[in-house]
C-alpha cells in the first residue's frame, strides 16, 4: 500500500516553476520524484495497457510524427472501421486472457455523427461483457461525448501532444485550443480523461515543460498521462528531418519525473518509444514515478517490447502488473485495471498514432 504522505494537487503551476523542476540535479529530481510516487502508489506496481485499432490510416490530419496520416506515403494500408462482431471477438479474447479495460483507437479527425451509433453499438456490447470501456476517436463535440457517456464508455484518450508554443511546428489542421476544447466535452459528459504528450519532436527543454504545464494546469489531472517518445517513422516529415537530434534518454526520465511531481494521482505512462528504450532506461523510469507501460508486441504505429521480455525485466525488478488498483484520481476510489489487446494482425505501423 503507498505511503500516506500525499502531495497536494495544483493547477496553477508557472513555466518557470515547472522549468526549476527539470533543472533540479538529476539525482535530487528523481529522489523527489519517488518519493512522490510511492506516497500515492505502491511504488511495485506497473499498469500494463494495450490498444485496439478499430479503424486504421487514411487520417486528413498532418501530424507530423504520424505515419496513419493520408497525406505521407508510409506504407499504410487504411482500413474501415471494424465490424462491432470483429471488436466483440477481440474483446472477449481480451477478456479470457484476463483483462478488465478494452481500448478502441480509430484514425480520425474527428468522428462523423453518422459513425457514433457504430462505435456506441461497440462501446455497449463490450462494456456488457463486462469490461471497462476506452476509445480515442479523435475530436469529439459536446453531443458526440455524451452519447459516448451514454453508451457506458468510461475512459477517453485525446492528447495534447506538445506545449502550445511548438504546437504549430507539429500539427496544422487543428488548434490546441480544439483539443482543450474536446477534453472539456469529455469531462462534462462524466468520462474520465486520458492526456499526454510526445517528447523528442525537437522542441526545447522551456517548451517540455510547457506540456506538462498545460497537462497539470487542465481543470482536471487526466487519470492517466502517456509520455511518448518519438518514433521516427519513414515517410512523416519528422522522419525525414535529418537535422532532429533524438533525445538524451536522461531528458526523457526527467520528463518522467516532473509529470509525476506534477500530477501525483495519475498514472504516468511509458507509451510509445519504449521499444527502443534499454532495460536501463525503462527501469530509471519506473525509479522516476512512471507506473504504467503498454505491453505486447505491438503499440499502434511501433513496435513494443515483446511480453516475455516485459516479464523478464518485471522479473528483474521485483515489479509486478498491476491488476486491480485502487485509483487515487481526482474521483478517488475508482477502480482502475489492465487493458489487454489481443489484435496480432497488420504490421507495427498499421496503428493509429495519436492514441498511445
Ligand atoms: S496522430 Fe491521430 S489525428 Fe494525427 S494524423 Fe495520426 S491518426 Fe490522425
Not at 77 to 106: H, I, N, P, W
Not at 222 to 239: H, Q, Y
Amino acid at each position: 500500500m503507498p505511503a500516506v504522505s500525499e502531495t497536494p494537487v495544483r493547477h496553477d503551476w508557472s513555466r518557470g516553476e515547472v522549468r526549476a523542476l527539470f533543472d533540479l540535479p538529476f539525482p535530487e529530481l528523481l529522489h523527489r520524484a519517488a518519493s512522490v510516487h510511492r506516497g500515492h502508489f505502491d511504488p511495485s506496481e506497473v499498469q500494463v495497457s494495450t490498444l485496439l485499432s478499430v479503424k486504421t490510416g487514411g487520417c486528413p490530419e498532418d501530424c507530423a510524427y504520424c505515419p496513419q496520416a493520408q497525406r505521407y506515403q508510409t506504407g499504410v494500408d487504411a482500413q474501415k472501421l471494424m465490424s462491432t462482431e470483429a471488436v466483440l471477438d477481440k474483446a472477449r479474447q481480451a477478456k479470457a486472457a484476463g483483462a478488465s479495460r478494452f481500448c478502441m483507437g480509430a484514425a480520425w479527425r474527428s468522428p462523423k455523427d453518422r459513425d457514433i451509433p457504430k462505435v456506441a453499438a461497440m462501446i455497449r456490447e463490450v462494456k456488457a461483457l463486462g469490461l471497462e470501456t476506452c476509445a480515442t476517436l479523435g475530436m469529439l463535440s459536446d453531443t458526440q461525448a455524451r452519447s459516448l457517456k451514454d453508451a457506458g464508455l468510461d475512459y477517453y484518450n485525446h492528447n495534447l501532444d506538445t506545449a502550445p508554443d511548438f504546437y504549430n511546428e507539429i500539427i496544422h489542421t487543428r488548434d490546441y485550443q480544439d483539443r482543450l476544447d474536446t477534453l472539456e466535452h469529455v469531462r462534462d459528459a462524466g468520462m474520465k480523461t486520458c492526456c499526454g504528450g510526445i517528447v523528442g519532436m525537437g522542441e526545447s527543454r522551456q517548451q517540455r515543460a510547457g506540456l506538462l504545464q498545460a497537462l497539470a494546469n487542465l481543470p482536471a489531472h487526466p487519470d492517466s498521462v502517456p509520455i511518448n517518445r518519438l518514433v521516427k517513422v519513414a515517410g512523416t516529415p519528422l522522419a525525414d528531418n535529418e537535422e532532429l537530434a533524438e533525445l538524451d534518454p536522461f531528458e526523457f526520465v526527467r520528463t518522467i519525473a516532473v509529470a509525476r511531481l506534477l500530477m501525483p494521482r495519475s498514472m504516468v505512462r511509458l507509451s510509445a518509444g519504449r521499444e527502443q528504450m534499454s532495460d536501463e532506461l525503462q527501469a530509471l523510469c519506473f525509479l522516476a514515478g512512471a507506473n504504467s507501460i503498454f505491453y505486447g508486441e505491438k503499440l499502434l504505429t511501433t513496435g513494443n517490447p515483446d511480453t516475455e521480455r516485459d516479464l523478464a525485466l518485471f522479473e528483474r525488478l521485483g515489479l509486478r502488473p498491476m491488476q486491480v488498483v485502487e485509483h487515487a484520481g481526482q474521483e478517488g476510489g475508482t477502480v482502475h485495471a489492465d487493458i489487454i489487446e489481443t489484435d496480432t494482425t497488420g504490421t507495427d505501423a498499421d496503428r493509429p498514432a495519436c492514441v498511445a
